[in-house]
């Protein structure tokens, strides 16, 4: 669905599953981030109200995902740490283009996607190669809601500019995604 050009070793489950809460205190400042990244765009947006509905309906469903992670934890008896630096998000930022407000919109926009194109990716290896089937439940209905705001973000893009030029950039995009990936997956991160 996708396109992503690397898959993630199943093995990075393992890496993950060994430090739960690491993992759990990592993705909880994921969602974060993610909704903080939402309200970002919805300031760059305002004379699209459509668009800004749905981007409130992510940042909204972004925090509650927090909520939800941040629960985990404490039943867990374990502890919400401060919040990570995400090496993976960063790289894929210096990809952004800084031209035109039309080029840095859809740019962003597909910097979401691919965020949330890689998440989910990471959330369905979880489900089908982890042993805590609380949580492969919880990895289960996240991939679900990941793939639904990779799809509207990606759609946002192609309405805001030109479809196919979109579509070029995408791949652009999948091609610098899988060069900085292959750098990753030995850390209990969502993206490390």
């Given amino acids: 669905m996708f396109k992503l050009k690397l898959p993630t070793d199943p093995r990075w489950a393992n890496i993950a599953e060994s430090n739960l809460p ?3 205190t990592d993705h909880a400042w994921c969602e974060q981030k993610a909704a903080t990244n939402s309200i970002t765009l919805i300031t760059m947006l305002p004379e699209y109200p459509d668009i800004v509905s749905e981007l409130l309906a992510i940042a909204q469903e972004e925090l509650d995902h927090f909520q939800q992670v941040h629960e985990i934890i404490k039943k867990r008896g374990y502890q919400l740490g401060r919040a990570r630096k995400d090496d993976y998000v960063n ?16 740019d962003k926009m597909l910097f979401a996607a691919m965020i949330e194109a890689r998440s ?12 805590d089937e609380e949580l492969k439940v919880f990895y289960r209905e996240l991939m ?5 705001h990779y799809t509207t973000f990606i759609g946002f893009a192609r309405q805001l500019g030109d479809p196919e030029k979109v579509n070029e950039r995408w791949e652009e995009w999948l091609e610098y995604e899988a060069k900085i990936i292959a750098g990753y997956g030995t850390r209990e991160t969502i993206h490390g």
Avoid: H, M, P, W
């Fill in 91 to 106: 790289d894929l930022a210096k990809f952004i283009i800084q031209g035109s407000r039309e080029d840095l919109i859809i």
């Fill in 120 to 131: 989910c990716e990471r959330f369905r290896v979880l489900t089908e190669n982890i042993k």
């Fill in 144 to 148: 679900i809601s990941e793939a639904n």
């Fill in 22 to 24: 690491e993992i759990l």
